[in-house]
C-alpha cells in the first residue's frame, strides 16, 4: 500500500526562526499588552494563527516572479501577465488592481450602488459591509439557517437563502438592489462554503430581475475544492474548472489577494461591463493609481499572477484543507467544542460552550485568546463580545454579541504537521483545566473597532 499521509506538498528553502519562550515569559508579555494580544509583537509569538491574510509563503517561482517585476508606470509586462491571469482563472473580461480587498469593494460599491440601495449577500464581510454603508446603501445578510447553527454538520453552510432573497426582492423592489454579492468562502461565518447549486439558483433569481451577481471571490479556491469534496457531480472535475464555472454565474468579482491570491498584498476588483469598468477605472486613477498597477508595484502584480494559478493546484489544496480540518477535528474529538465542520482556512472554536461558567459579558472568547497565548504562545483572535458586542455611549451599559467564538486561522503553506500538533497539545492542555479560569473586563476601549485597541484585566488569578 502507499503511504497515507497526506504531507505538505512542498520542501522548505528559507527558513524563518522562531524565537521559543517560556510561560512566565509569556505571562509578562501579555500582561503588558493588557491581555489584548493584538499589542503583542509578533517576535514574541511562537504560532501566529491571527489571520490568513497577507500570511502566506511565496513560492521560488513567486520570488523570481519578483525580481522580473517591472516597473513602469504605465503598461508594465507585469501588469499584462496579472491581467491574463485574472483572465484566465475567473473568466472576466476587465480586470482593475487595487493595493487589497477593501480598495476594490470600496471602487464596486461606489460606482453601483446609491443612497438608499440595498445590497443582499449570504454574510457580508465586515470591510463590504462598512463599504456599503459608506455610499449609504444597506447591506442585509441572508444566511440560511443551518450557517448559525455552530454543531450542526452540513456540507454548505454558507448558502444564501433564496427565499428570503425572493421576497426581499418582492418587498423592496428590483430597481432599489443594484447588485446581489456572494461571498466564497463566508469567513464571518465560519469559513463555510456555498454550493455550485446555490450559486446557480442565486443567479437565476438575479437574472429574472435583472440584478447583477457579484462574487466576494477572497477563498475562491477553498470553495471550489470544497464543492469538488462535497457536491454531487464535481468529483472528477478540476479544480480550476470547477472555479471557471462558479464565475460563469457572475458578471464581475473582487478579490483580496492575500488570501487565495497566495500574496502579500494586493486584490482588484472584475467585471464584463466595460462602461462600468470606464467609470471605476475613472475611481482608480483618484485613489489608487494609473489602471496597469493601481497601487500595486509592478513586483506585487508578479506574485499575484503566479499565485492565483498555483492556489488550483490540487495537491496544495488537498494538503490545505486537509490540515484545517486536522486541527479541527482533533480538538473537537478531546472535547473542544467547534464550529462544525472545520472551514476552509480557520478551524473556529465556541467559547460559549467551551467555558459554560464564563458569561459573555466576561468574555469567554478573550479568556480563551489569553490562556492559548498563555499555553503555548499561540496567538489568535475574539469574534465575540469584545469584536461585535456594545458599549451604550449613555449608560455604559455592555451587550453581547450573538455568538461567542476564537478564530483559530492558518496561514498558507507556513505551518507543518508539527506546528499543528503542538497547536493541537496546548489546546487540549488548556481545556484540561479550563474550569479553573474565569473571564475579563475591559479597562479601556474606543467607541469603534475596540477589539484591536482594548486593555483587559482578568477576574480571576491567572496563573504563572
Ligand atoms: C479579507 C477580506 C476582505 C477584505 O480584503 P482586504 O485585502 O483585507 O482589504 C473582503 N472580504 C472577505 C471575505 C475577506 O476575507
Redesign the pocket.
Known amino acids: 500500500m502507499p503511504p497515507k499521509t497526506i504531507i505538505e506538498p512542498f520542501r522548505i528553502k528559507v527558513v524563518e526562526p522562531i524565537r521559543m519562550t517560556t510561560r512566565d515569559e509569556r505571562l509578562a508579555l501579555l500582561k503588558d499588552a493588557g491581555y489584548n494580544t493584538f499589542h503583542l509583537r509578533s517576535r514574541d509569538v511562537i504560532l501566529d494563527l491571527l489571520t490568513d ?1 497577507g500570511t502566506s509563503a511565496m513560492s521560488a517561482e513567486q520570488w523570481a516572479g519578483i525580481m522580473r517585476g517591472d516597473e513602469a508606470y504605465a503598461g508594465s509586462p507585469s501588469y499584462y501577465r496579472f491581467e491574463d491571469a485574472v483572465k484566465e482563472v475567473f473568466g472576466f473580461e476587465q480586470v482593475i488592481p487595487t493595493h ?3 480598495a476594490a ?1 470600496r471602487i464596486l460599491f461606489e460606482t453601483m450602488c446609491s443612497e438608499g440601495d440595498i445590497v443582499p449577500s449570504n454574510t457580508h ?1 465586515d ?2 459591509r462598512a463599504n456599503v454603508e459608506a455610499v449609504g446603501a444597506r447591506a442585509v445578510d441572508l444566511l440560511v439557517p443551518e450557517g448559525r447553527r455552530h454543531q450542526e454538520v452540513h456540507p454548505f453552510k454558507g448558502n444564501l437563502d433564496t427565499g428570503r432573497l425572493r421576497e426581499l426582492i418582492r418587498e423592496e423592489g428590483a430597481e432599489r438592489i443594484p447588485l446581489v454579492m456572494l ?1 466564497l468562502t463566508n ?1 464571518s461565518g465560519g469559513g463555510q462554503p456555498v454550493s455550485m447549486a446555490n450559486i446557480r439558483q442565486v443567479s437565476e433569481i438575479c437574472r429574472e430581475h435583472g440584478i447583477p451577481l457579484y462574487m ?1 471571490a ?1 477563498r475562491f479556491a477553498e470553495n471550489a475544492y470544497m464543492i469538488r469534496l462535497r457536491e454531487e457531480g464535481y468529483a472528477e472535475r478540476p479544480v480550476a474548472e470547477i472555479a471557471r464555472e462558479i464565475f460563469s454565474h457572475a458578471q464581475g468579482c473582487t478579490m ?1 489577494a ?2 487565495d491570491g497566495l500574496a502579500n498584498i494586493g ?1 482588484f476588483v472584475a467585471t464584463n461591463d466595460p462602461e462600468l469598468a470606464r467609470r471605476q477605472r475613472n475611481v482608480l486613477i483618484l485613489t489608487e493609481g494609473f489602471p496597469t498597477y493601481g497601487g500595486l508595484a509592478g513586483r506585487d502584480l508578479e506574485a499575484i499572477a503566479i499565485g492565483l494559478r498555483e492556489v488550483l493546484e490540487e495537491d496544495y489544496l488537498e494538503y490545505r484543507l486537509a490540515s484545517v480540518r486536522y486541527l479541527g477535528e482533533a480538538i473537537a474529538e478531546a472535547g473542544v467544542p467547534i464550529v462544525q465542520p472545520p472551514g476552509g482556512h480557520a478551524v473556529y472554536i465556541d467559547a460559549a460552550a467551551f467555558l459554560p461558567h464564563v458569561p459573555p459579558l466576561e468574555l469567554p472568547g478573550q479568556t480563551v485568546v489569553a490562556e492559548l497565548y498563555l499555553e503555548g504562545g499561540i496567538r489568535c483572535v475574539e469574534v465575540g463580545t469584545v469584536m461585535f458586542g456594545r458599549r451604550d455611549p449613555e449608560t455604559g451599559e455592555e451587550h453581547p454579541a450573538p455568538m461567542e467564538l476564537v478564530r483559530l486561522a492558518l496561514p498558507r503553506r507556513v505551518y507543518t504537521q508539527s506546528h499543528v500538533d503542538f497547536m493541537v497539545e496546548a489546546i487540549v492542555a488548556f481545556g484540561e483545566r479550563k474550569d479553573s479560569v474565569g473571564g475579563y473586563r475591559f479597562t479601556y476601549q474606543e467607541p469603534v473597532l475596540r477589539h484591536f485597541t482594548a486593555r483587559f484585566e482578568p477576574l480571576y488569578e491567572v496563573a504563572g
Request: glycine residues 12%; hydrophobic residues 5%.
Open positions: 491574510s487589497q480587498g477593501r469593494e464581510f470591510t463590504t461571498t469567513n466576494d477572497c483580496s492575500k488570501k486584490g
